[in-house]
Every structure is written in C-alpha cells, then in structure tokens.
C-alpha cells in the first residue's frame, strides 16, 4: 500500500491539456494485446493473458527519466513537466486498465457491453468519491494538522485515508491498489504545508528505499526465472522492442500533433519508456491470480511473469541511456 501511495506522493497534479495520454497509453496497450494473441496458444485464458501484456506495456515508470531531466537542469522545463504529468495520468489509466483485467480474470472473458458500463461506472464513481473527498473534505482536516506542521500525524492520515481508498476500491470491485495510489495524489506540499512536506518524504524514503521495496522487488526477483531468455528468446527480444517502440511513437506522435518539435517531442517519448512499480504490481495481481501458470505447457504462458519483469529492466535500462544522448546533444533549450 505505502508502495503505491509514494509515486502518487511525489507527482504534482498540472493538467495540461494540450497534451493527450489517449496516444502514448493506446499503441502499447493495442500492440501489446496484439503481440499477446500472437505468441500465447489459445486457450481459456489467452484473452486475460493478452491484456495483461498490453496494459504491462501501456504502464510508465519516470523515476529514472525525472533524475536525469534534473541533473541537466531540465525537470521544471516545459518538456519535463509534460513528462511528469503524462506519466501521472498513465498510472491512472493503468490502474483502471487493472480494474478491468482482474474483471477478465474473474469472468474469465471480456466484459460485455452492458458489464463493461457497470465496470466504468464503479471506476468513475470511485474517482468522483476519490476526488470530491481529497479538494473538499481532506483541506478542512489538514487545516488543524498543518497548524501542528507534525509530518507523523501527516503520515498517520495517508495510511488511513489509503487504507479508506483501498476499502472504497474493493467494495466497488476494484483492486485495492487503486486507492493506495490515489490517496498519495492528495499529500501535496500545499495541502500539508512545505515543512510537513518535506519531512513525510523522508519518512516514506526511508520506509520504501530502505525496507519495503527492497524486501518487494526481492520477492519479484524470487519468482522470476532467467531461463526465459534461453526457452522464449524470440518472444522477449520482440516484447522489449514494441515496449520501447510503441511508447517512443505513441508519446513522442502525440507531442508532435499539439506542437513540440522533433527534439521535445523525442524527449517526451524516450521518458515516457521505462516501466517501474505500478507495472510490477499489476503483473504481481496477475500472478496471485492465478493467471500465469507455471505449469502450462505453453512456453511463453509459463514464462510469462519473467519476459514481463525482464522487459521492465530492459526498458528501465535503455530508455536512460537514450534520453541522456538526446539531452546531451540538443543543441537549444527545451
């Protein structure tokens, strides 16, 4: 839970509307779905199986790409709060991707017309709960706790109103980690004040840097197999290639079409490539689920966490590498 809420910590809240997540979430979630169908056998749970993969791919991790926009002085640049908030709202539209793959997984289908509208009403309900809770009912509360400026009570809220979140999410059908990451949306500096601020960043630095995510990523490590490398090498080199492709061209397309030249726009995409820990826990449900077998005689099924997992590094590698090129040899500022 403090695992999902911490991204959301940290993302500021900008619309923008002169840029649209349709484009960069929409070519990686369709090739995804497309390379599913391609390479699982058919079977009962193909079509959950597909859709896990696109939503893998459709999912941006920034952490990576924010770090080295701030080394080159870049993060509050035009290009790099497009990044920030484009990457906050393909969290948002993953996890709801996410409501609707643990909905296939329970129905073992997709949904028909008429449960696919129940689904999207339960997920704008609890974003309409989620948000008139956050701008009008949370700042009256946080008005008497930043006259304490006590980042502990400030800390103490954001576990209760995740906990809260998660249970809304869970009565509705959606996955609780669907309200773990929106209650971190509403922890900003200006709601809690800079002090408080500050301070509950460190706490959950400590408590995700230094105990939880080493102790997840260590259990993700653990169910993983590296010989997904030997046994479906053509399925991997080709997930890692459309991950990367289809995020560059959808995200970098989108920004061209609203008016970013070609470098913005090339920045835009290449930061938009990694994937990070809303990508692991969804294929992490997925795996609880029951959804890949290991025991499957379907050799991409049954490796199918680790391509996942093995796709994420790869990503999370090379798009760094890339964008720190296009940084270093831009010759205008962005």
């Not at 709801?96 to 997920?123: E, N, Q, R, T, Y």
């Not at 948000?131 to 009256?140: N, Q, S, T, W």
Request: aromatic share 8%.
């Amino acid at each position: 839970m403090i695992l999902l809420a911490f991204p959301a910590f940290h993302k500021p809240v900008e619309p923008l509307p002169r840029y649209s997540e349709f484009f960069s979430d929409s070519a990686p979630l369709a090739a995804g779905i497309a390379l599913g169908f391609a390479f699982l056998e058919d079977g009962p749970q193909q079509t959950a199986q597909a859709l896990l993969v696109g939503v893998a791919l459709s999912i941006t991790a920034i952490a990576a790409s924010a770090k080295i926009l701030q080394e080159f002085g870049l993060l509050r640049s035009e290009a790099g709060r497009v990044l920030i908030t484009a990457a906050l709202f393909d969290d948002i539209f993953g996890l709801f991707l996410l409501a609707l793959l643990s909905s296939v997984i329970a129905s073992g289908g997709l949904p028909g017309p008429f449960a696919f509208a129940i689904l999207l009403a339960k997920v704008i309900t609890f974003f309409v709960v989620t948000g008139l809770l956050g701008v009008h009912v949370y700042p009256r509360i946080s008005k008497q706790i930043h006259r304490r400026q006590a980042a502990e009570i400030e800390f103490g809220a954001l576990v209760i109103v995740a906990l809260g979140y998660g249970f809304l999410a869970e009565i509705l059908g959606l996955h609780w980690a669907v309200g773990a990451f929106m209650a971190g949306l509403f922890m900003e500096r200006a709601r809690i004040g800079k002090k408080p601020h500050k301070s509950m960043r460190l706490m959950l630095n400590a408590l995700t840097a230094g105990v939880l995510g080493p102790l997840f990523f260590a259990w993700i490590g653990l169910q993983a197999n590296l010989t997904a490398i030997i046994e479906i090498p053509v399925f991997l080199v080709v997930l890692i290639v459309v991950a990367f492709v289809t995020k560059v061209l959808g995200g970098g397309v989108a920004a061209v079409a609203i008016g970013y030249g070609r470098q913005e726009s090339a920045i835009i995409g290449v930061g938009l490539a990694p994937r990070g820990e809303i990508m692991i826990v969804v294929i992490s449900v997925a795996l609880a689920a029951g959804l890949i077998d290991g025991g499957t005689t379907d050799p991409v099924a049954q490796h199918l966490f680790s391509a996942l997992i093995l796709m994420a590094l790869a990503n999370t590698v090379i798009a760094p590498l890339v964008l720190r090129f296009l940084l270093r040899s831009r010759s205008s500022p962005v």
